[in-house]
């Protein structure tokens, strides 16, 4: 079992950066890779970024791409989110989550997670 655990949201202006961490518990030797999604109201759970434990490559939604950076913390199994020049529509419950088999082929997908956080939620003001 891995036990995660997001912190860091809370109300932020639009155009200002915002940093998530995600402390990750339990059998944390064993996922393969975090990734963080996020859910607005009414809306899908979408993908927003992951990164792989050995290799520590990265992916990301076109949304987020170029302004946000997912960066890991092997000693302290913490696993970071930045957003800078946050924008409305990046208001969002934001979920970390993990798996056990990474695949560069279905890190995108909800299914593809075992493990869940409960989630923070992000507020953005414009």
């Known amino acids: 079992q891995v036990q995660l655990v997001e912190s860091g949201g809370g109300l932020v202006q639009a155009g200002d950066s915002l940093r998530l961490s995600c402390a990750a518990s339990?059998?944390?030797?064993?996922?393969?890779?975090i990734a963080w999604f996020r859910q607005a109201p009414g809306k899908e759970r979408t993908f927003v970024a992951c990164?792989?434990?050995?290799?520590?490559?990265?992916y990301y939604a076109d949304s987020v791409k170029g302004r946000s950076t997912i960066s890991r913390d092997n000693a302290n199994n913490t696993i970071s989110l930045q957003i800078t020049t946050l924008k409305p529509e990046d208001a969002a419950v934001y979920f970390c989550?993990?798996?056990?088999?990474?695949?560069?082929?279905?890190?995108?997908?909800?299914?593809?997670?075992?493990?869940w956080g409960q989630g923070t939620q992000v507020f953005v003001s414009s």
């Open positions: 990164i792989s434990k050995n290799d520590g490559r990265t």
């Open positions: 339990g059998r944390t030797s064993g996922h393969s890779a």
């Open positions: 989550a993990a798996t056990l088999t990474h695949s560069r082929f279905t890190y995108q997908f909800k299914r593809s997670y075992e493990y």
